[in-house]
């Protein structure tokens, strides 16, 4: 069971597929190289062949015996594989591996204890999926930056960093279109999102800024007034008169009663207003003010004769 050349490339190549002879009971080949690092087996005995004419009666055609002719049943079937799906050589053997049939005179002899299938390998090629991965580093100040959520948004996936600052978005289909969005409360993000169409592992960085927080807007107090003023009759001061303050535009509306000939309105907003006096007693003339409240206190004065 040690490996030896040629078939010992197969242990440090990738692109290498070591292959095994067996004929038509199964069973491996007498010539046939055979342990560990040999990958599959296919038929190697009784092939019929192409065969230069001055080596045999039969023109051109031969049957013959050997890995040479079981290696060719392999590359055949990659080439099936590369017609339906173009892929990296270490897939088309990991491939060629997972497809094979599982005989057991095969198995202890070789790494998958396996024969070629054709069909089973070009529709394990056809139904592959490449999926990559999508890594990356958060960082504020130079440091990494836990806690960030990122979103990838046409997966609808969700990733947090870790205490180094990394994330990462695991098998995304080859070819697809993704979006990155990190957030943090308190941070802003440069760049503020990365996308891209995905084609191989993938790196996407990004760094944090750190917002001062944002001071609470005082707000600016309303400048409150006194509307005040007297009431008199010939000279004298009047108690009991209704006086009215009514704001010109919405529906503000307060009263008061005029004594000793005073009447004040306190806590009034700018504005414009429509003063106003009732008394059965007496006439006063003008009866009624409009008055702009700004800037200041404003004085009205109700006089009858």
């Given at each position: 069971?040690?490996?030896?050349?040629?078939?010992?490339?197969?242990?440090?190549?990738?692109?290498?597929?070591?292959?095994?002879?067996?004929?038509?009971?199964?069973?491996?080949?007498?010539?046939?190289?055979?342990?560990?690092?040999?990958?599959?087996?296919?038929?190697?005995?009784?092939?019929?062949?192409?065969?230069?004419?001055?080596?045999?009666?039969?023109?051109?055609?031969?049957?013959?015996?050997?890995?040479?002719?079981?290696?060719?049943?392999?590359?055949?079937?990659?080439?099936?594989?590369?017609?339906?799906?173009?892929?990296?050589?270490?897939?088309?053997?990991?491939?060629?591996?997972?497809?094979?049939?599982?005989?057991?005179?095969?198995?202890?002899?070789?790494?998958?204890?396996?024969?070629?299938?054709?069909?089973?390998?070009?529709?394990?090629?056809?139904?592959?999926?490449?999926?990559?991965?999508?890594?990356?580093?958060?960082?504020?100040?130079?440091?990494?930056?836990?806690?960030?959520?990122?979103?990838?948004?046409?997966?609808?996936?969700?990733?947090?960093?870790?205490?180094?600052?990394?994330?990462?978005?695991?098998?995304?289909?080859?070819?697809?279109?993704?979006?990155?969005?990190?957030?943090?409360?308190?941070?802003?993000?440069?760049?503020?999102?990365?996308?891209?169409?995905?084609?191989?592992?993938?790196?996407?960085?990004?760094?944090?800024?750190?917002?001062?927080?944002?001071?609470?807007?005082?707000?600016?107090?309303?400048?409150?007034?006194?509307?005040k003023g007297t009431v008199s009759a010939k000279g004298k001061k009047v108690s009991g008169s209704t006086v009215t303050l009514k704001a010109k535009s919405g529906t503000y509306q307060t009263k008061t009663k005029s004594k000793n000939g005073k009447f004040t309105f306190i806590g009034i907003s700018e504005g414009t207003y429509q003063l106003s006096i009732q008394d059965k007693k007496h006439k006063f003339k003008p009866r009624t003010f409009d008055?702009?409240?700004?800037?200041?206190?404003?004085?009205?004065?109700?006089?009858?004769?």
């Open positions: 069971m040690l490996p030896v050349y040629p078939s010992n490339f197969a242990l440090t190549l990738a692109n290498v597929v070591s292959v095994a002879s067996i004929n038509s009971s199964g069973q491996i080949s007498s010539f046939s190289n055979y342990g560990s690092s040999v990958h599959i087996a296919a038929p190697g005995e009784g092939i019929l062949s192409t065969y230069p004419s001055y080596f045999s009666n039969a023109p051109y055609v031969e049957y013959m015996a050997g890995t040479s002719m079981a290696a060719p049943h392999v590359a055949g079937a990659v080439a099936l594989m590369a017609s339906v799906k173009t892929l990296a050589a270490s897939k088309v053997v990991q491939l060629l591996r997972s497809s094979a049939n599982p005989l057991p005179s095969l198995q202890g002899l070789i790494y998958t204890g396996a024969t070629l299938d054709a069909y089973a390998a070009v529709i394990a090629a056809r139904d592959f999926i490449q999926t990559y991965s999508i890594v990356g580093t958060v960082i504020s100040s130079g440091l990494p930056l836990s806690g960030v959520t990122l979103t990838l948004s046409e997966a609808s996936a969700t990733a947090t960093t870790s205490a180094q600052g990394t994330f990462t978005f695991p098998s995304i289909a080859d070819g697809t279109t993704v979006t990155i969005v990190p957030s943090l409360v308190g941070y802003s993000f440069s760049p503020a999102y990365r996308t891209g169409r995905i084609s191989q592992n993938s790196q996407a960085d990004f760094t944090a800024i750190l917002v001062p927080p944002v001071q609470p807007v005082q707000p600016t107090p309303i400048p409150l007034r006194e509307v008055i702009l409240v700004v800037g200041g206190n404003t004085s009205k004065s109700f006089k009858a004769k």
